[in-house]
C-alpha cells in the first residue's frame, strides 16, 4: 500500500516544475501584454516597417537614374523602416526588465518566485517570441507594402529571388536579436537610460570612431562591430569584400545579445532586488 500511494505522489512532484514554469510564461506574457508602452512600441515598429516600406516604393525610384535602378539594393530600400523599427525594438528590451526595476515590481516577483533565473529565463523566452514574431511579420509585411506600391517594373523583386527570403527574414530576426540584446544590458545596468544608452552607444559609436583609423584597422576591427556584423543579414547586393557573410554576421550578432543576457543571470543572484 504505502508503494500505491508513493508513486502517484512523485509523479505529481516530477510535474510540478514543468507546470510551474509553464506558469511562470503565462504571468509574463500577461505582463508584458499589460503594459500600455509595450502595445505602442510594438506597434510603432509595424508601422515604421511597413509604412516606410510603401513610401519608399512610391517615392524614391522616381529619384534615381537608370544605372542606379539596375544596381540598388531594392530589398535593403524595402526595409527602409528598420532605422527607426530597430530603436522602438531596441528600447522595448530594455524597458521590458528595468521597468520592474524602477517601480519595485522586481522585488514581489522575486518574493513569489525565488528562482530568480527561472523568472529570467521565462521572461527573456515571452519577449523573444514576441520580438521575432513581430519583427518577421513588420518585415515580410514591408516587403510586400513596398512591391505594392513601387512604380519602376525594373527595381520588383520576388521572394523566389536569390537571397531575397533570406534579406527578408533576416530583418526581423535583426530586430528580434537587438531587442534581447537591450533586454540583456537591461538586466545588466538595471536603469532605463543608462542602459538605452549603452546599447545604441555600442550600435551607432563604434562605426564612427573606427572611421578615423587606417583603413587596414577598419577593415579588421568595423566587420565584427555589433550593427556591422548584423545588418549583413538583410543585404542581398553590394557586400563589402572585408565585411562577413549574411549567417556569419548573424551569428557574431547573436553573441553579443547572449553574451549580454549570460552576464545578466550571472549577476542576479549577486545585487539586491
Same mark, same amino acid.
Given at each position: 500500500?504505502?508503494?500505491?500511494?508513493?508513486?502517484?505522489?512523485?509523479?505529481?512532484?516530477?510535474?510540478?516544475?514543468?507546470?510551474?514554469?509553464?506558469?511562470?510564461?503565462?504571468?509574463?506574457?500577461l505582463?508584458?501584454?499589460?503594459?500600455?508602452?509595450?502595445?505602442?512600441?510594438?506597434?510603432?515598429?509595424?508601422?515604421?516597417?511597413?509604412?516606410?516600406?510603401?513610401?519608399?516604393?512610391?517615392?524614391?525610384?522616381?529619384?534615381?537614374?537608370?544605372?542606379d535602378?539596375?544596381?540598388?539594393?531594392?530589398?535593403?530600400?524595402?526595409?527602409?523602416?528598420?532605422?527607426?523599427?530597430?530603436?522602438?525594438?531596441?528600447? %522595448? *528590451?530594455? $524597458?521590458?526588465?528595468?521597468?520592474?526595476?524602477?517601480?519595485?515590481? +522586481? #522585488? &514581489? @516577483?522575486?518574493? =513569489? /518566485?525565488?528562482?530568480?533565473?527561472?523568472?529570467?529565463?521565462?521572461?527573456?523566452?515571452?519577449?523573444a517570441?514576441?520580438?521575432?514574431?513581430?519583427?518577421?511579420?513588420?518585415c515580410?509585411?514591408?516587403?510586400?507594402?513596398?512591391?505594392?506600391?513601387?512604380?519602376?517594373?525594373?527595381?520588383?523583386s520576388?521572394?523566389?529571388?536569390?537571397?531575397?527570403?533570406?534579406?527578408?527574414?533576416?530583418?526581423?530576426?535583426? %530586430? *528580434?536579436v $537587438?531587442?534581447?540584446?537591450?533586454?540583456?544590458?537591461?538586466?545588466? +545596468? #538595471? &536603469? @532605463?537610460?543608462? =542602459? /538605452?544608452?549603452?546599447?545604441?552607444?555600442?550600435?551607432?559609436?563604434?562605426?564612427?570612431?573606427?572611421?578615423?583609423?587606417?583603413?587596414?584597422?577598419?577593415?579588421?576591427?568595423?566587420?565584427?562591430?555589433?550593427?556591422?556584423?548584423?545588418?549583413?543579414?538583410?543585404?542581398?547586393?553590394?557586400?563589402?569584400?572585408?565585411?562577413?557573410?549574411?549567417?556569419?554576421?548573424?551569428?557574431?550578432?547573436?553573441?553579443?545579445?547572449?553574451?549580454?543576457?549570460?552576464?545578466?543571470?550571472?549577476?542576479?543572484?549577486?545585487?539586491?532586488?
Open positions: 500500500m504505502q508503494t500505491e500511494v508513493a508513486a502517484p505522489e512523485a509523479s505529481q512532484a516530477s510535474h510540478r516544475p514543468v507546470s510551474g514554469f509553464v506558469d511562470i510564461l503565462r504571468s509574463e506574457f505582463k508584458l501584454g499589460s503594459v500600455r508602452t509595450t502595445l505602442w512600441t510594438l506597434w510603432s515598429a509595424v508601422v515604421f516597417n511597413i509604412g516606410l516600406g510603401a513610401l519608399v516604393g512610391i517615392f524614391v525610384p522616381g529619384r534615381l537614374s537608370d544605372e535602378k539596375m544596381t540598388v539594393d531594392a530589398i535593403r530600400l524595402s526595409l527602409a523602416g528598420l532605422h527607426l523599427s530597430q530603436i522602438a525594438m531596441g528600447a %522595448l *528590451g530594455v $524597458l521590458v526588465i528595468t521597468s520592474e526595476y524602477s517601480t519595485g515590481m +522586481i #522585488r &514581489a @516577483t522575486f518574493s =513569489a /518566485i525565488p528562482q530568480r533565473r527561472t523568472v529570467l529565463a521565462a521572461k527573456v523566452i515571452v519577449f517570441v514576441v520580438a521575432f514574431a513581430v519583427g518577421i511579420v513588420s515580410f509585411g514591408a516587403f510586400y507594402a513596398f512591391e505594392a506600391f513601387l512604380s519602376e517594373g525594373s527595381m520588383r520576388s521572394l523566389g529571388d536569390p537571397g531575397v527570403l533570406r534579406a527578408v527574414l533576416g530583418g526581423g530576426l535583426y %530586430l *528580434g $537587438l531587442g534581447l540584446f537591450g533586454l540583456g544590458l537591461g538586466i545588466v +545596468i #538595471r &536603469a @532605463t537610460a543608462g =542602459a /538605452i544608452a549603452a546599447l545604441f552607444g555600442m550600435l551607432f559609436v563604434p562605426p564612427i570612431l573606427l572611421g578615423l583609423l587606417p583603413n587596414s584597422w577598419q577593415e579588421t576591427v568595423v566587420p565584427y562591430t555589433p550593427l556591422d556584423a548584423g545588418s549583413q543579414i538583410f543585404i542581398t547586393m553590394s557586400h563589402n569584400q572585408s565585411s562577413l557573410g549574411p549567417w556569419s554576421g548573424m551569428g557574431v550578432f547573436s553573441l553579443y545579445a547572449f553574451v549580454a543576457v549570460f552576464i545578466g543571470f550571472l549577476l542576479i543572484y549577486r545585487r539586491d532586488a
